[in-house]
């Protein structure tokens, strides 16, 4: 009996947390950071193979014998740092935000 009743109580206390202005606040900045960088990265990611299987665009000299190829392949590395190194930014936010969830929205 006690176990029902625990069990009740936390997801009373989920519901109840879920249905706050805080977590709907905390669920919505994430998804405006979330969303929009996951599509760009897909974007840019996929269109160095699509760019090099269907085009010959990035087969054009850049400087010397480097083609845009090579050029493009390169920032895809230093697009992934700049995402990561946003994304541990942004984070700091979230634990914010996580943080007024936890003490029930309370300022």
Known sequence: MEARKTK????SDYTSIVHSPAFQTL????KKFIIPT???FFCFYFALPILTSYSTILNHKFIGSITWAWVFAFLQFIMTWVLCMLYSKKAAKF???ANQV??????
């Open 8 to 11: 009740t109580n936390s997801e």
């Open 27 to 30: 669920l919505s900045e994430k």
């Open 38 to 40: 996951t599509i760009f």
């Open 95 to 97: 634990d914010e935000l």
């Open 102 to 107: 936890q003490e029930g929205g309370k300022d």
